[in-house]
Each structure stands twice: as structure tokens, then as C-alpha cells.
């Protein structure tokens, strides 16, 4: 099985707990990664290059998807819309469209780089926190997706919805490192991201998807 992953940190938990899964698995079945950003992590799913991905969820309506996605109650912190011209970011599929959905006017920066401005003081406007003032609701950035394997990728997304995820301090202090803040940002950024779509982010991503069909 190759599994595509998008390389930003909102991500980390899931990572930690597929490798801890795999590597407990009696059957070891075959494994493998692909690291990339949201836009070339929907291309490789869509080729086949990958077998399972966290792909943008203005892709996911293409594919059988699991009930997993990577989601926002308000803010995010990770995803920002930065004063000036319009401008996609080209690492992104989801958030370039929801800016659009939203009439609003920027540059549009996600990820690890979008969480490290908003940490170092910068200015801008959270798009999910946009989005729930429109709407009430959460935001789905990406769901969980696949092409095959179907009993194994339901299977996992089974088991880490009902687990409750401990990262090692060596993983934050790693990973916190590579982004130049700390393992408490780290830590407190990811409080705020959860990955089981309940009914109100069903309803969310349902009215997403409309809406970005009319805005096209």
C-alpha cells in the first residue's frame, strides 16, 4: 500500500499513529509514504501514484472516502488570507477555493509557513474562522480518501478515531524544530484541529461543495 501525506503538521497525529499501527500489525503488510503538499498529494491520488491520501476536500466528491478529514471549529491558524492582490497559494486546492466561496480578496497562504506567520505576529484573516461566521460551521479542509485497499484504509480510519493520540516529547521537540517555533505551539496548534466528521461537518462540507459549483 502506498498512503499519500500531506507534509504539514495538522497531519502529525495521524502519521505517528499509522506508523505505530503498521509497525504492530501482525500481517506487516506492505507500506509505503508519500510526503507532499495538499496539490501534488490530489494528483498523485488521482493518477494512482498513491493508493490512499488526506487529499483537498473540494476533490474528495471524485473518490470513496472514509469518514477521517482534517478539520476546524473557528479558527485554524493555518490557513490565512494576507492583505494585497489576489493570489492562490499553489500548494492548495481547498483553501483557494474557499476564498473564492467567500468573496474575499488576498493572498492566500496555508500550512506550516501560514502557522509560523500568525505565530511570529503576523497579520491576516483565518479562513475557517470566516467560514464559521457565515455559516455556524466547522471546515473540512481534506478527507481521507482512497483508490483501493478499501478494507484496510476503512480499517485504520476506524481504529484512530478511537484512539486517543500521545505524541513523544522527541517527535514534538523533532518536528517543532523543523518549523522554528516550539513544542507548545506545536502542541496547542494542534488543539485545535480534530479528524472524525460528525454530522455538523457533514453539513459543512455538503454546503462547501455546492457552493463552490456555483462559484465556478
Not at 484504509?153 to 478515531?161: D, E, G, M
Request: overall charge positive; proline content about 3%; hydrophobic content about 40%.
Amino acid at each position: 500500500m502506498l498512503f499519500g501525506s500531506i507534509s504539514y503538521l495538522n497531519l502529525l497525529p495521524f502519521q505517528v499513529f499509522l506508523k505505530r499501527t503498521i509497525s504492530h500489525n501482525a500481517t506487516k503488510m506492505s507500506f509505503g509514504y508519500k510526503r507532499a503538499v495538499p496539490s501534488a498529494i490530489n494528483k498523485a491520488l488521482k493518477r494512482r501514484a498513491v493508493n490512499a491520501a488526506f487529499i483537498s476536500s473540494v476533490e474528495s466528491k471524485k473518490y470513496r472516502c472514509t469518514n477521517l478529514g482534517i478539520i476546524a471549529h473557528k479558527k485554524v491558524y493555518s490557513v490565512l488570507l494576507l492583505e494585497g492582490e489576489n493570489e492562490s497559494d499553489p500548494a492548495s486546492a481547498t483553501s483557494n477555493q474557499l476564498a473564492k466561496v467567500l468573496d474575499l480578496q488576498g493572498k492566500v497562504l496555508i500550512g506550516d509557513a501560514a502557522l509560523k506567520h500568525y505565530l511570529d505576529g503576523g497579520k491576516g484573516i483565518d479562513l475557517a474562522e470566516a467560514w464559521y461566521d457565515k455559516t455556524g460551521l466547522p471546515f473540512v479542509f481534506a478527507r481521507l480518501c482512497y483508490n483501493k485497499h478499501s478494507k484496510d484504509i476503512q480499517r485504520i480510519a476506524h481504529l484512530f478515531s478511537h484512539t486517543k493520540m500521545h505524541i513523544p516529547q522527541y517527535i514534538l521537540k523533532k518536528e517543532a524544530k523543523k518549523r522554528g517555533i516550539t513544542p507548545k505551539q506545536l502542541t496547542w496548534y494542534l488543539g485545535h484541529i480534530y479528524y472524525q466528521l460528525d454530522d455538523k461537518a457533514k453539513k459543512s462540507l455538503k454546503l462547501f461543495l455546492k457552493q463552490s459549483r456555483e462559484a465556478n
